[in-house]
């Protein structure tokens, strides 16, 4: 077991993970370091020994559930136990990475309120009573009703030159849905159906079906197999399929089920006298340059869309020739706060193509929110939704 654990550790897969969990770690020894230098109370050794204890116990907490979700102990424990330790681990670390930010507040509240009036001093310790409780309040938002606020998000795509067959076609999208314990497949069956109203001409998944190699696959394909759309069902893989070791089983079992995952492949797609050019690549992994050989699915005289899970693929996909690229792989963030008109969130700090549309020159991509969630089993500020895009020519 320990064998595996530091193979875990030392994957460069889960480099990202060990990222969030350094930065966790960093805030919430910085937030107590904070504490205990700004109040001569809080140097005695009990209060330094409390909080050090209350560090030691988030971190375990977090780390167990790390290796849980991803050191393959399951053996020693049932099925969807390291999806929820994982992710209860995660809503405790942020939970107490938003207390400590509070209680930073709340003791500078604390030091300044002597300067004022009775009156002002009970409304700061009012105050502070509420930053205190704000963490645990967000927290439960994020996971139990903004999690669940599926809503279709409609968006025209006007492309100059656009062939008039194509004007008003509609592309239904669904990405990242990472079926788990934390995506219920009844949740996902909903999703299906918002799609299916749509009545779209072509319906489009791109990537993370699901989350680990213990998640419902074969459900998850079930029920995509209810996707209904007059040109048909095509799909692209995510990073969540490598990391399940099933790319493979899904290509296959959804060919069976009638829904085409692209692998370094395209499809011609006639509307009238216009053709739709559709592509697909597998994930294209950082480490790799981007695209290699997709240039030679370009269609010449059609108009070209490319399916990527990755978004960061864009300025390549825009030289290569595609007019559209589809992507999902960043959850609009998945936790949003916006400051001073500055949009705060993880994905910021790993690619500029985020949520919505950016366009380069003539070309254009789209990044979907998604679906489901990974990590933290929680959305603020970036909803799940499903996804309308209508081609027009302008």
Request: hydrophobic share 45%; proline share 4%; charged share 20%.
């Amino acid at each position: 077991m320990l064998r595996q654990v530091l193979r875990t550790l030392l994957d460069i897969r889960h480099l990202p993970d060990l990222m969030l969990l350094a930065m966790v770690f960093l805030v919430q020894a910085a937030g107590a370091a904070l504490l205990i230098w700004s109040s001569a109370g809080a140097r005695s050794v009990r209060v330094r020994w409390a909080v050090g204890l209350g560090l030691l116990t988030s971190w375990s907490i977090l780390m167990l559930g790390f290796l849980l979700r991803f050191a393959r102990v399951n053996r020693y424990f049932s099925t969807w136990w390291p999806s929820w330790g994982s992710g209860l681990a995660l809503m405790w670390a942020f939970s107490s990475v938003l207390l400590v930010v509070a209680l930073v507040i709340s003791r500078w509240g604390l030091r300044v309120q002597a300067e004022h009036s009775p009156a002002r001093r009970a409304f700061l310790r009012t105050s502070q009573v509420a930053l205190l409780c704000a963490p645990a309040v967000v927290t439960g938002y994020g996971v139990f009703i903004q999690r669940h606020d599926l809503s279709l998000r409609e968006k025209d795509l006007d492309f100059p030159g656009l062939p008039e067959d194509l004007h008003g076609l509609r592309l239904v999208q669904l990405t990242d849905i990472h079926l788990s314990p934390f995506l219920s497949e009844r949740e996902l069956a909903r999703a299906v159906d918002m799609a299916n109203e749509t009545r779209a001409h072509v319906a489009l998944v791109t990537g993370d079906l699901i989350t680990t190699a213990h998640d419902p696959l074969d459900a998850c394909l079930r029920q995509l197999s209810r996707l209904r759309a007059d040109a048909g069902v095509f799909g692209c893989l995510g990073n969540h399929e490598i990391y399940a070791n099933a790319e493979d089983y899904v290509e296959k079992q959804g060919a069976r089920l009638g829904h085409r995952y692209l692998r370094q492949r395209a499809e011609s797609l006639k509307f009238g006298q216009a053709t739709l050019n559709l592509a697909g690549v597998d994930y294209q992994r950082t480490s790799k340059p981007y695209l290699q050989g997709a240039e030679r699915m370009v269609a010449p005289e059609s108009f070209n869309v490319l399916l990527s899970h990755n978004p960061d693929v864009f300025p390549v996909a825009a030289r290569q020739g595609y007019q559209l690229t589809l992507a999902g792989h960043t959850h609009g963030g998945q936790v949003r706060v916006e400051i001073l008109t500055q949009d705060l969130n993880i994905a910021r700090f790993f690619t500029p193509y985020v949520d919505g549309l950016y366009r380069r020159d003539r070309a254009a991509i789209f990044v979907s929110r998604g679906i489901g969630t990974i990590g933290l089993p929680a959305r603020l500020g970036a909803p799940p939704e499903v996804n309308l895009l209508r081609l027009c020519r302008t």
